[in-house]
């Protein structure tokens, strides 16, 4: 497997490339943006381990270029802020994983080999996907509403694509994590964040409304029930 590590502290860099070599993985390192936007976008790699604050363009807008580029390889933002709008920055910037610095090397281990089983065995699903007037495609990234195209963001399409692929199914909020993220979050209302700007975008101007709460469940995208 082929990494890319974007990382411009070369104690941390050699460590990881050390250790990630010695696990089998063939790695690059970039020290950074610029170096890194060279290499990503002219050689394949199998998952990007990509820390937040590097020379250069920081490790987020990198990410979304990356992503704009509908590169789609697993990224794993690798970095000291911690906070829960720090990690909610990442998501919507199109990572797949964040780890905060300092990590257990293990733990990295680990987050690389589930980011590539994630990758590697991803359900195949239709290419567009509708329900009333919302059109979502799978290739394209794009979603519609009545002809209408609406931008979301890499985490809210992942979120609707998922919803849409079983309509009248509640989600709970620990699969949604599950599935979007690849782990649980606790003491965190991220979800329920994703979920309202979800529903801002293609509930609040159009009718039927689609994405429902299930209290004491999860959520669930249906169209509503006419009122008689």
């Not at 010695?22 to 970039?30: F, R």
């Not at 979120?159 to 620990?174: A, Q």
């Not at 709460?213 to 008689?228: A, D």
Request: charged share 30%; aromatic share 8%.
């Amino acid at each position: 497997m082929k990494i890319l590590l974007v990382e411009d502290d070369t104690k941390i860099s050699s460590f990881v490339k050390l250790g990630l070599e010695d696990s089998g993985y063939d790695v690059s390192v970039a020290y950074d943006s610029a170096m890194a936007e060279k290499i990503v976008f002219s050689k394949e790699f199998d998952i990007i381990i990509l820390d937040v604050i590097i020379p250069g363009i920081n490790g987020y807008e990198l990410c979304k270029k990356i992503r704009t580029a509908n590169i789609k390889k697993p990224v794993l933002m690798l970095t000291s802020l911690d906070s829960v709008e720090d990690k909610i920055t990442g998501f919507d910037c199109g990572a797949d994983d964040y780890l905060v610095k300092p990590f257990h090397f293990k733990e990295l281990l680990a987050r690389i080999k589930a980011l590539n089983r994630r990758h590697t065995d991803a359900v195949v699903i239709p290419i567009i996907q509708k329900i009333a007037d919302l059109e979502l495609d799978s290739i394209s990234k794009k979603v519609s509403r009545n002809g209408k195209e609406i931008k979301l963001t890499a985490k809210e399409f992942a979120i609707l694509e998922y919803l849409i692929s079983s309509p009248g199914k509640v989600f709970k909020r620990m699969e949604i994590a599950e599935k979007i993220w690849g782990f649980s979050f606790s003491g965190t209302n991220l979800i329920d964040v994703h979920i309202n700007s979800l529903r801002n975008k293609i509930d609040k101007d159009f009718s039927p409304k689609l994405i429902h709460t299930i209290v004491g469940f999860g959520y669930v995208l249906r169209e509503e029930e006419i009122q008689h």
